[in-house]
C-alpha cells in the first residue's frame, strides 16, 4: 500500500479520534450519552472545577471529584483557520477552524473544538466570515471515528 492510497483510505474523522486516559475517560463516556460534563473537586473538599481531568484537584490537593453536567453553552474565546502544510486527510477539508469555546457556566474552563453547521456536518460547514469572537455557541454531539465528540454550532445561525 502506498502512502497515497493509505491517505485515501483514511477519511479525515479518523484522524481526530481522541484516545482517552484514565482520568479523562468519564468525560467520553458522558459525550457519548449526549451530555457535556465536567470533572469537579468533590463539594466536601473546595468544589472547583476543572479541566483537563486530572486526579488530584490543583486548588485543594483532594483526589476526591464529580463530573458536574454543563449547559453547553459558551462563547467562542479564540478560533484560528490551520494553513498549509497539512495531513493529507485535513488538507481536503481546508479551510476549517479550530475554536476555543469558553463555558457559560464555567468561564474559567476552556474546551477546544470545531465549529459546525451541524452535528455531523463537515469541518469546513461554516465559512470563515461567520466565526467571531465573543459569539454564542451552544454544544453538539457527533460520531467520529466511533467516538462521540462534542463540536459547536452558532445559537443563532
Known amino acids: 500500500m502506498t502512502d497515497a492510497t493509505t491517505a485515501q483510505e483514511t477519511p479525515a474523522p479518523a484522524l481526530l479520534t481522541p484516545t482517552p486516559d484514565d482520568d479523562g475517560a468519564p468525560f467520553w463516556e458522558?459525550?457519548?450519552?449526549?451530555?457535556?460534563?465536567?470533572?469537579?473537586?468533590?463539594?466536601?473538599?473546595?468544589?472547583?472545577?476543572?479541566?483537563?481531568?486530572?486526579?488530584?484537584?490543583?486548588?485543594?490537593?483532594?483526589?476526591?471529584?464529580?463530573?458536574?453536567?454543563?449547559?453547553?453553552?459558551?462563547?467562542?474565546?479564540?478560533?484560528?483557520?490551520?494553513?498549509?502544510?497539512?495531513?493529507?486527510?485535513?488538507?481536503?477539508?481546508?479551510?476549517?477552524?479550530?475554536?476555543?469555546?469558553?463555558?457559560?457556566?464555567?468561564?474559567?474552563?476552556?474546551?477546544v473544538g470545531n465549529l459546525v453547521a451541524a452535528p455531523d456536518a463537515a469541518l469546513d460547514s461554516v465559512p470563515p466570515e461567520r466565526l467571531r469572537i465573543g459569539a454564542k455557541v451552544q454544544v453538539v454531539f457527533a460520531d467520529v471515528g466511533g467516538t462521540v465528540v462534542p463540536r459547536w454550532i452558532l445559537e443563532r445561525p
Do not use: K
Open 30 to 111: 458522558y459525550a457519548a450519552r449526549g451530555e457535556l460534563r465536567i470533572q469537579a473537586c468533590a463539594e466536601t473538599a473546595c468544589g472547583e472545577l476543572r479541566f483537563p481531568p486530572r486526579p488530584c484537584c490543583p486548588h485543594c490537593r483532594s483526589f476526591d471529584s464529580e463530573w458536574r453536567r454543563m449547559s453547553g453553552r459558551g462563547r467562542i474565546w479564540s478560533y484560528v483557520f490551520p494553513h498549509p502544510p497539512l495531513l493529507p486527510a485535513y488538507a481536503e477539508q481546508a479551510p476549517y477552524n479550530a475554536i476555543v469555546v469558553e463555558l457559560a457556566d464555567a468561564p474559567r474552563i476552556r474546551l
